[in-house]
T-cell receptor, first 113, second 114 residues
Framework: DAGVIQSPRHEVTEMGQEVTLRCKPI?????LFWYRQTMMRGLELLIY????????DSGMPEDRFSAKMPNASFSTLKIQPSEPRDSAVYFC???????????FGSGTRLTVV | KQEVTQIPAALSVPEGENLVLNCSFT??????LQWFRQDPGKGLTSLLL?????REQTSGRLNASLDKSSGRSTLYIAASQPGDSATYLC?????????????FGAGTRLAVHP
C-alpha cells in the first residue's frame, strides 16, 4: 500500500497563474478530503468527496478554487488565478468508511509570489 | 458547533518523562477520535484511532483514552524520547452542519530534549 500520493511536493508560482494539485487516494477508499494548513488557521477542510461525488464544499474559500474527482483513483484541486494568500500546505486524505480513520498524504507546499 | 481544543499548546520536557497531552471537544456526538503526529514540514501520521464505543487504544509507548460523555481525550506518552518531538494533533469525526467531518484541534508542539 503506497498510501495517499500527492503531487507535486512543492510548487512555486507567480500570482495570477493557474495551479493544479493532484491526489491519488488509497485504493478502495471511498472518501477523499482536501485540507489546507497555515500557521494562522491550522488545518481547514476545503472539500470532500464520497464515491467521487462532492459532498461538502463549504470550506472552499472562493470561486478561484475548484476540485474534481473524475474517478475513484484521482482528484485535483485547482486555483485560478492564484494569489499570495493562497500560500499554504495542501493535504489530501482518504478514508474507507465512516468509522475508519483518515490517511493523509505528504502534502503540497504551495508558494505564490 | 463542534470545537476541538488542545492543551497545552507547547510543551518542553527532558528525555525520559511521562507525558499527558489533553484534547477536549464540545459535542459528545462523535464517531471516533484520532491522534496524529506531524513532524516539521511533513504530513500527518496517524497514531491511534478510538471509536466512540471504545475507552482507550494503545500502541507501544502511546496510550490514548476517550471519555465521550465529558468530551475529553488524553494521549499518554511513556518514557519520552527526543524522537518524540513533533506536533500532536487531535481530531474528532462528527456530524457537523449536515456533513460527516474530521475536526482538528490546533495541536500541541512537543520538544523532548536529551
Amino acid at each position: 500500500d503506497a498510501g495517499v500520493i500527492q503531487s507535486p511536493r512543492h510548487e512555486v508560482t507567480e500570482m495570477g497563474q493557474e495551479v493544479t494539485l493532484r491526489c491519488k487516494p488509497i485504493s478502495g477508499h471511498n472518501s477523499l478530503f482536501w485540507y489546507r494548513q497555515t500557521m494562522m488557521r491550522g488545518l481547514e477542510l476545503l472539500i470532500y468527496f464520497n464515491n467521487n461525488v462532492p459532498i461538502d464544499d463549504s470550506g472552499m474559500p472562493e470561486d478561484r478554487f475548484s476540485a474534481k474527482m473524475p474517478n475513484a483513483s484521482f482528484s485535483t484541486l485547482k486555483i485560478q488565478p492564484s494569489e499570495p494568500r493562497d500560500s499554504a500546505v495542501y493535504f489530501c486524505a482518504s478514508s474507507h468508511r465512516r468509522l475508519n480513520g483518515y490517511t493523509f498524504g505528504s502534502g503540497t507546499r504551495l508558494t505564490v509570489v | 458547533k463542534q470545537e476541538v481544543t488542545q492543551i497545552p499548546a507547547a510543551l518542553s520536557v527532558p528525555e525520559g518523562e511521562n507525558l499527558v497531552l489533553n484534547c477536549s471537544f464540545t459535542d459528545s456526538a462523535i464517531y471516533n477520535l484520532q491522534w496524529f503526529r506531524q513532524d516539521p514540514g511533513k504530513g500527518l501520521t496517524s497514531l491511534l484511532l478510538i471509536q466512540s464505543s471504545q475507552r482507550e487504544q494503545t500502541s507501544g509507548r502511546l496510550n490514548a483514552s476517550l471519555d465521550k460523555s465529558s468530551g475529553r481525550s488524553t494521549l499518554y506518552i511513556a518514557a519520552s524520547q527526543p524522537g518524540d518531538s513533533a506536533t500532536y494533533l487531535c481530531a474528532v469525526r462528527a456530524w457537523v452542519g449536515g456533513y460527516n467531518k474530521l475536526i482538528f484541534g490546533a495541536g500541541t508542539r512537543l520538544a523532548v530534549h536529551p
